[in-house]
């Protein structure tokens, strides 16, 4: 038993560590409490400017006749009177760009206009967005409220399949070089509008040819835009404002084949482990073995950018990440969406095995699909999967089709702070920041002509709207598509200071 001096000095010694802790505990949180109260907002100061004059009805009307094109791209070309008519109504509908812009045929349907402007040493930009549409999924058709290739309008939007991907950008773009040209505006750089027809495929008849060509020229863009990130609202927790997420990177792709072997034979006497028995054990291990999640990178870059607009116990979190860290990161991984922006996802999506009930299968494999995550090359993640799979007999090759992560553009740069500029200019109340992109464009192909690209449609959104891209009930609103016209407009305009 301690003496009566120990207990004493234990007396004395526990009231000064309560001291103590409660000290620490006080200071770290008057620490944290200074880090939020400082942090200023990182948006660009700019007066707001209305944007441009628009007859709303007349550009709903021709972003209606061009959804009513059903130009799906396809190896056999089925469509191709579809994507024939597209580039009639182009023509006819914007004569002055077609009057004024060079236009090149790429492949089978992709097309470049050349703006050329008043000084050409200056560093060209480029606007990018595709023609083609994904199919509407058989026996979908009677839940859509307009047949999806009507391009109705009605209700304050144009419906159909393409009005937002992507068929929005493309018109809207053609809009406002139209109205600029016809105020008699020629832009200081030459600006190329790159409109792939095969994006949804990979864009190699498309926008790869294209960045191909600008290569041979020597061509090097200032930087190229194409559709990605949105302006989302009630998106991003704890910012009531709306944020415009420009996307910086886009992640890669791979798909990895897992394989296992075993003798064929009857049900009546199986092996120890089956052939799909040892494949099912595979895609448990590396779906629940992925990669690891980094609050680094874009994901953080985008978290500070809007930390100073967050409200309540969010901006505290988001303000500290210096000692919050492992708990946003905990947070942020339960969310599929956030989720994949941490990290190299991981999802089993075929399984190939037997034939009949009672015949055990020689072979059995899986598809694993992996998105890139910039930082992470497919032979690492190859690697990763082959350690997780240490003794066990399955064999790892990968699929055909493999494209590493993009380059991480910076925000650092005149070219996004243009981004950034001309959207604040225009709705006032966007929060702009950079973020990444978790899909793949067309924009990937011009990483060799491009010092910067961004991935962004100016169109705003919430998360119930999400479901429409590739899905049922594809619409934009007329006053959002004006947006973008104005947008666009604006952009081309104030690109004369870069």
């Known amino acids: 038993m301690p003496?009566?001096?120990?207990?004493?000095?234990?007396?004395?010694?526990?009231?000064?560590?309560?001291?103590?802790?409660?000290?620490?505990?006080?200071?770290?949180?008057?620490?944290?409490?200074?880090?939020?109260?400082?942090?200023?907002?990182?948006?660009?100061?700019?007066?707001?400017?209305?944007?441009?004059?628009?007859?709303?009805?007349?550009?709903?009307?021709?972003?209606?006749?061009?959804?009513?094109?059903?130009?799906?791209?396809?190896?056999?070309?089925?469509?191709?009177?579809?994507?024939?008519?597209?580039?009639?109504?182009?023509?006819?509908?914007?004569?002055?760009?077609?009057?004024?812009?060079?236009?090149?045929?790429?492949?089978?349907?992709?097309?470049?206009?050349?703006?050329?402007?008043?000084?050409?040493?200056?560093?060209?930009?480029?606007?990018?967005?595709?023609?083609?549409?994904?199919?509407?999924?058989?026996?979908?058709?009677?839940?859509?409220?307009?047949?999806?290739?009507?391009?109705?309008?009605?209700?304050?939007?144009?419906?159909?399949?393409?009005?937002?991907?992507?068929?929005?950008?493309?018109?809207?773009?053609?809009?406002?070089?139209?109205?600029?040209?016809?105020?008699?505006?020629?832009?200081?750089?030459?600006?190329?509008?790159?409109?792939?027809?095969?994006?949804?495929?990979?864009?190699?008849?498309?926008?790869?040819?294209?960045?191909?060509?600008?290569?041979?020229?020597?061509?090097?863009?200032?930087?190229?835009?194409?559709?990605?990130?949105?302006?989302?609202?009630?998106?991003?927790?704890?910012?009531?404002?709306?944020?415009?997420?420009?996307?910086?990177?886009?992640?890669?792709?791979?798909?990895?084949?897992?394989?296992?072997?075993?003798?064929?034979?009857?049900?009546?006497?199986?092996?120890?482990?089956?052939?799909i028995g040892m494949v099912s054990e595979a895609v448990t291990r590396v779906e629940a073995q992925q990669m690891p999640a980094h609050l680094s990178g874009l994901p953080r870059e985008m978290f500070e950018a809007v930390a100073p607009e967050v409200q309540g116990l969010n901006r505290w979190l988001l303000s500290n990440l210096w000692l919050t860290e492992p708990l946003v990161l905990s947070q942020l991984q339960k969310s599929p969406a956030t989720n994949a922006m941490l990290r190299t996802t991981t999802v089993a999506t075929v399984f190939q095995a037997g034939e009949r009930e009672n015949v055990l299968p020689g072979v059995a494999s899986a598809l694993v699909n992996f998105r890139l995550l910039p930082g992470d090359s497919s032979a690492q993640v190859q690697q990763h999967v082959q350690q997780v799979l240490a003794g066990l007999d399955v064999q790892v090759t990968h699929e055909p089709q493999v494209t590493e992560a993009s380059p991480v553009s910076r925000s650092g740069t005149p070219a996004y702070q243009l981004l950034a500029q001309t959207l604040r200019e225009l709705q006032p109340d966007v929060v702009v920041a950079p973020g990444l992109l978790v899909g793949g464009t067309d924009s990937r192909h011009f990483a060799d002509v491009s010092e910067s690209i961004f991935r962004f449609s100016p169109v705003r959104a919430s998360q119930p709207d999400l479901a429409r891209f590739h899905g049922t009930n594809e619409r934009i609103g007329i006053d959002n598509y004006v947006q973008m016209i104005q947008f666009y407009e604006r952009l081309l305009r104030n690109a004369d200071a870069l």
Do not use: C
């Not at 550009?59 to 024939?84: G, M, N």
């Not at 560093?123 to 549409?133: E, F, K, R, S, T």
């Not at 095969?198 to 863009?221: P, S, T």
């Open 3 to 275: 003496t009566p001096a120990a207990r004493t000095m234990q007396g004395r010694l526990l009231p000064k560590l309560a001291l103590t802790l409660l000290a620490a505990v006080t200071g770290l949180v008057a620490i944290m409490g200074w880090h939020t109260w400082q942090l200023a907002s990182q948006q660009t100061p700019v007066p707001a400017r209305p944007g441009a004059a628009v007859d709303a009805q007349a550009v709903a009307r021709r972003l209606s006749l061009a959804v009513q094109q059903p130009t799906i791209w396809s190896p056999k070309d089925e469509h191709a009177a579809a994507f024939e008519a597209l580039h009639q109504l182009l023509r006819s509908s914007f004569p002055l760009a077609h009057a004024t812009l060079k236009r090149q045929a790429f492949g089978r349907h992709a097309l470049l206009y050349t703006w050329v402007g008043r000084e050409p040493q200056a560093h060209p930009m480029a606007l990018l967005a595709h023609q083609d549409v994904v199919p509407v999924a058989p026996g979908t058709e009677k839940d859509w409220l307009q047949p999806p290739f009507s391009g109705t309008v009605q209700d304050g939007f144009v419906w159909g399949r393409g009005a937002w991907d992507d068929k929005g950008n493309v018109m809207a773009i053609m809009e406002a070089v139209e109205m600029l040209i016809k105020a008699g505006f020629q832009p200081r750089q030459t600006v190329y509008l790159a409109f792939g027809a095969d994006e949804e495929v990979g864009g190699e008849d498309g926008a790869h040819l294209i960045a191909q060509w600008l290569k041979q020229q020597n061509v090097r863009l200032r930087f190229a835009m194409d559709e990605g990130l949105l302006i989302t609202q009630g998106m991003v927790p704890g910012v009531r404002k709306p944020v415009a997420l420009i996307g910086m990177a886009e992640k890669g792709y791979l798909t990895l084949r897992l394989t296992a072997k075993g003798q064929p034979g009857h049900t009546s006497m199986p092996p120890m482990r089956s052939a």
